[in-house]
């Protein structure tokens, strides 16, 4: 056979192995599709059990909400200028846990938070609203919770040592759609009047707990037995400690950090305008939202996602395992024989995501993984017929396999650590196969074909 001949089936042969690669990337999206379907399934049980317990929690105030008439009009209208306090301090200790709904684990948790502070309303001084327009006699405190099923004690408020029982229900929904309230009393036109204000609160949540820092000075100081927090928002705490043993973060946000002032009025309502010229509706509550989120470890549908990533590494360098086999023993290999190899690949994944929701990842990588190694190798010593070869092929699958693992441990430093696997990978390919004469072998006609079961 002429060298061009042979060319031409070397050729071939890396053609097929590149063609059945790309085609077993088609069931590997599969198995991804799969992953991302148990996932929702997660994420269903996580809402189910939201609905009984408490949902993710946004702690929005307490603010005042003083109703005014609009008498600038022939129609009176009526609505609201929101008053944020003074000072506003928030410390309490978050104590999560995980429920179980099925084979998930969903992380909730229960808050006892103490709520402390002060208002003034020297901040309507920059609202050009006249006095005899604001009904003193209906002044409300607002808190919003945006999930009510998670409160799990009455919420009595101490305002200058009178206590008021704060009920469900928002009169004013331009900021807070959600909550509890309370009428209280005010001086009308005081505005250097300082009413200090306390209160606990027991809430139940799930995912994370956040906070708006609508006090003039607003601190925040949680703590948690919970050992990987995840600091969300719009701010990062001041102080941090985290630990084994769980966190303690403390916030502290000025008015000067967020895009809205101490007074404004509703957005909807509003039939005046700022003393300084500036819209209400310019300001962006939901973006200064801080606080943590209760994470729970890299788990087994994330790990397995990722590892999907890595499939055509594995198919790819396994099918180079086989073809080095074929030029370097004059061999060839069935397609049908490529096939059945890569499908076993692909069933690592299904394994993997299978017995991980009912064991620990660990364990389910190590059973899937020896699995998977074991049928392989299994198969390629019937067709090899050579302990030497098969010895390389298993040694290149433990390889793998153990990079993968220790790739999956890491999140901060796992696509450092594929890049330079690959790249590794690449030099080791480069570095066996740099003085092979790829227009020596001659498939076709040389040596004995092993699809058809015979020996060496």
Same mark, same amino acid.
């Given at each position: 056979?002429?060298?061009?001949a042979?060319?031409?089936s070397?050729?071939?042969?890396?053609?097929?192995i590149?063609?059945?690669?790309?085609?077993?990337?088609?069931?590997?999206?599969?198995?991804?599709?799969?992953?991302?379907?148990?996932?929702?399934?997660q994420?269903? !049980?996580?809402?189910?059990?939201?609905?009984?317990?408490?949902?993710s929690?946004t702690?929005?105030?307490?603010?005042?909400?003083?109703?005014?008439?609009?008498?600038?009009?022939?129609?009176?209208s009526? @609505?609201? $200028?929101?008053?944020?306090?003074?000072?506003?301090?928030?410390n309490g200790?978050?104590?999560?846990?995980l429920?179980?709904?099925?084979?998930?684990?969903?992380?909730?948790?229960?808050?006892?938070?103490k709520?402390?502070?002060?208002?003034?309303?020297?901040?309507? #001084?920059?609202?050009?609203?006249?006095l005899?327009?604001?009904?003193?006699n209906?002044?409300?405190?607002?808190?919003?919770?945006?999930?009510? #099923?998670?409160?799990?004690?009455?919420?009595?408020?101490?305002?200058?040592?009178?206590?008021?029982?704060?009920?469900?229900?928002?009169s004013?929904?331009?900021?807070?759609s959600?909550?509890?309230?309370?009428?209280?009393?005010?001086?009308?036109?005081?505005?250097?009047k300082?009413?200090?204000?306390?209160?606990?609160?027991?809430?139940?949540? !799930?995912?994370?707990?956040?906070?708006?820092?609508?006090?003039? $000075?607003?601190?925040?100081?949680?703590?948690?037995?919970?050992?990987?927090?995840?600091?969300?928002?719009?701010?990062?705490?001041?102080?941090?400690?985290?630990?084994?043993d769980g966190?303690?973060?403390?916030?502290?946000?000025l008015?000067?950090?967020?895009?809205?002032?101490?007074?404004? %009025?509703?957005?909807?309502?509003?039939a005046?305008?700022?003393?300084? @010229? =500036?819209?209400?509706?310019?300001?962006?509550?939901?973006?200064?939202?801080?606080?943590?989120?209760?994470?729970?470890?890299?788990?087994q549908?994330?790990?397995?996602s990722?590892?999907?990533?890595?499939?055509?590494?594995?198919i790819?360098l396994t099918?180079?395992?086989?073809f080095?086999?074929?030029?370097?023993?004059?061999?060839k %290999?069935?397609?049908?024989?490529?096939?059945?190899?890569?499908? !076993?690949?692909?069933?690592?994944?299904?394994?993997?995501?299978?017995?991980a929701?009912h064991?620990?990842?660990n364990?389910?990588?190590?059973?899937?993984?020896?699995?998977?190694?074991?049928?392989? $190798?299994?198969? =390629?010593?019937?067709?090899?017929?050579?302990?030497?070869?098969?010895? %390389?092929?298993?040694?290149?699958?433990?390889?793998?396999?153990?990079?993968?693992?220790?790739?999956?441990q890491?999140?901060?430093?796992?696509?450092?650590? @594929?890049?330079? @696997?690959?790249?590794?990978?690449?030099?080791?390919?480069?570095?066996?196969?740099?003085k092979?004469?790829w227009?020596?072998?001659n498939?076709?006609? =040389?040596?004995?074909?092993?699809?058809?079961?015979?020996?060496?």
């Amino acid at each position: 056979m002429s060298d061009e001949a042979t060319k031409n089936s070397v050729s071939l042969r890396l053609g097929m192995i590149g063609l059945l690669t790309l085609f077993l990337l088609v069931p590997a999206m599969m198995v991804n599709f799969l992953v991302m379907d148990r996932e929702a399934r997660q994420a269903d !049980a996580l809402k189910e059990i939201g609905s009984k317990w408490g949902s993710s929690q946004t702690i929005t105030g307490p603010m005042l909400s003083i109703p005014y008439y609009n008498n600038t009009k022939a129609s009176n209208s009526y @609505g609201y $200028v929101n008053v944020f306090p003074d000072a506003l301090e928030i410390n309490g200790n978050v104590d999560p846990q995980l429920l179980k709904r099925g084979i998930y684990d969903i992380a909730v948790y229960n808050t006892k938070l103490k709520v402390s502070g002060e208002f003034s309303l020297n901040s309507l #001084r920059q609202i050009s609203i006249p006095l005899n327009d604001i009904d003193w006699n209906k002044v409300n405190i607002a808190l919003g919770i945006p999930d009510m #099923r998670g409160v799990k004690d009455e919420i009595t408020l101490n305002w200058n040592n009178d206590k008021y029982e704060l009920n469900p229900g928002i009169s004013n929904i331009s900021i807070i759609s959600s909550g509890v309230s309370a009428k209280i009393p005010v001086v009308a036109g005081d505005y250097d009047k300082v009413y200090k204000f306390y209160f606990d609160l027991d809430l139940n949540g !799930a995912q994370a707990l956040n906070f708006m820092p609508v006090g003039k $000075v607003t601190t925040v100081n949680l703590t948690s037995p919970w050992a990987n927090p995840s600091f969300d928002g719009a701010f990062l705490p001041d102080q941090r400690e985290v630990n084994n043993d769980g966190f303690k973060a403390q916030w502290k946000v000025l008015d000067l950090n967020r895009n809205y002032p101490q007074s404004s %009025i509703d957005p909807r309502l509003a039939a005046y305008e700022l003393a300084s @010229g =500036s819209d209400s509706n310019m300001a962006n509550y939901n973006n200064s939202v801080f606080g943590v989120k209760f994470l729970m470890s890299v788990d087994q549908y994330q790990k397995t996602s990722r590892s999907i990533k890595y499939a055509i590494m594995f198919i790819a360098l396994t099918f180079l395992t086989f073809f080095f086999v074929e030029i370097t023993n004059k061999r060839k %290999i069935h397609p049908v024989q490529y096939l059945l190899v890569g499908f !076993a690949l692909l069933v690592f994944y299904t394994l993997l995501l299978s017995i991980a929701e009912h064991l620990n990842f660990n364990w389910a990588y190590l059973i899937s993984s020896l699995a998977t190694i074991i049928l392989i $190798v299994s198969y =390629s010593k019937a067709i090899f017929k050579n302990n030497k070869l098969v010895a %390389i092929l298993s040694a290149v699958l433990l390889a793998l396999y153990g990079f993968m693992f220790i790739v999956l441990q890491l999140q901060d430093f796992a696509l450092l650590m @594929g890049s330079i @696997g690959l790249f590794a990978v690449l030099a080791i390919v480069m570095f066996i196969s740099r003085k092979i004469d790829w227009y020596s072998f001659n498939l076709e006609n =040389s040596g004995k074909d092993i699809s058809q079961g015979n020996q060496s």
